[in-house]
């Protein structure tokens, strides 16, 4: 079967997303550009940073008929010694080092579905969203980042776990911060039975019955920053995922891929 190819719309956003990027880029002010990585200066005496800007998001989506998800949202981040937030992530500084840390983590992510969410769907059993509990760890070098997350569905609407390792690098292309990456992700047999399998109750002509498997599916992605002045940036996130096999062969998936385009903008004050 012909491999599907991404919706327009999704494809459209992308490339006004990339020119949102170069034209933030062309009109910054700035003469001596920020490095991406770097934080922002902590005015002097202050012990937390505090910043909320906006994520436009478009998202393909892996199940038949769902098609692609748009959505804007909120973003608020905060960080002092001990605590790190941005946006549905909470983390709790166990050790920071200039080239390691450690963290427990609080995910909400927003995976689930409703049969309402596709025709294809329709007699499904609705899929909640979960909070994920659990713990991540970076370490640094001259050469680039290694990060490792390990969380478990704390919600336990899955009872799942999912393990994620990322390797990723900085290059800079005059005041633009270019980090391609390439992660693993792990999720075990819960965690896909419950997201991808199909229940006896479930099973209609066309839509045999399916029980999950684990599966390891490969994350390849690029993410650009900008600083337009010392309190404001701007990011866009590409990323394509290649599903697990166990995935893939869900007879509610009719994808090998699925992608992503995330534009986000924080000012911090």
Same mark, same amino acid.
Do not use: C, M
């Given at each position: 079967m012909p491999k599907p190819a991404?919706?327009?719309?999704?494809l459209s956003l992308a490339l006004t997303l990339a020119l949102s990027l170069a034209t933030a880029a062309a009109w910054a002010q700035t003469p001596a550009p920020v490095p991406a990585e770097a934080p922002?200066?902590?005015?002097?005496?202050?012990?937390?940073?505090?910043?909320?800007g906006l994520l436009v998001s478009a998202e393909v989506l892996p199940y038949r008929g769902a098609g692609h998800q748009l959505r804007a949202l909120p973003v608020l981040q905060f960080e002092n010694n001990w605590l790190r937030v941005f946006g549905p992530v909470l983390d709790l500084k166990l050790h920071d080092a200039e080239n390691r840390n450690l963290a427990l983590r609080l995910r909400y992510a927003d995976t689930g579905y409703e049969a309402k969410d596709s025709a294809f769907l329709a007699g499904m059993a609705?899929?909640?969203?979960?909070?994920?509990?659990?713990?991540?760890?970076?370490?640094?070098?001259?050469?680039?980042?290694?990060?490792?997350?390990w969380l478990t569905d704390a919600s336990g609407h899955s009872k799942g776990q999912q393990l994620k390792v990322v390797a990723e690098t900085l290059k800079h292309v005059g005041p633009?911060?270019?980090?391609?990456? +390439? *992660?693993?992700?792990?999720? &075990?047999?819960?965690? @896909? %039975?419950?997201?991808?399998?199909v229940s006896a109750s479930e099973a209609r002509a066309g839509r045999q019955a399916y029980a999950g498997k684990a599966a390891v599916s490969t994350?390849?992605?690029?993410?650009?920053?900008?600083?337009?002045?010392?309190?404001q940036s701007v990011f866009l996130d590409l990323s394509a995922t290649? +599903? *697990?096999?166990?995935?893939? &062969?869900?007879?509610? @998936? %009719?994808?090998?891929?699925?992608?992503?385009?995330?534009?986000?903008?924080?000012?911090r004050f």
């Open positions: 991404p919706p327009r719309t999704l922002p200066a902590t005015p002097e005496g202050a012990s937390a940073t505090w910043g909320a609705e899929r909640k969203n979960s909070v994920w509990l659990g713990a991540k760890g970076e370490w640094r070098n001259g050469i680039g980042q290694l990060s490792g997350e633009v911060g270019i980090v391609p990456r +390439l *992660g693993l992700v792990w999720q &075990d047999q819960k965690y @896909v %039975d419950y997201h991808f399998g994350e390849i992605g690029v993410r650009l920053l900008h600083r337009l002045a010392p309190q290649a +599903l *697990g096999s166990a995935i893939k &062969d869900s007879p509610l @998936v %009719d994808r090998r891929w699925v992608s992503a385009a995330r534009l986000g903008y924080v000012y």
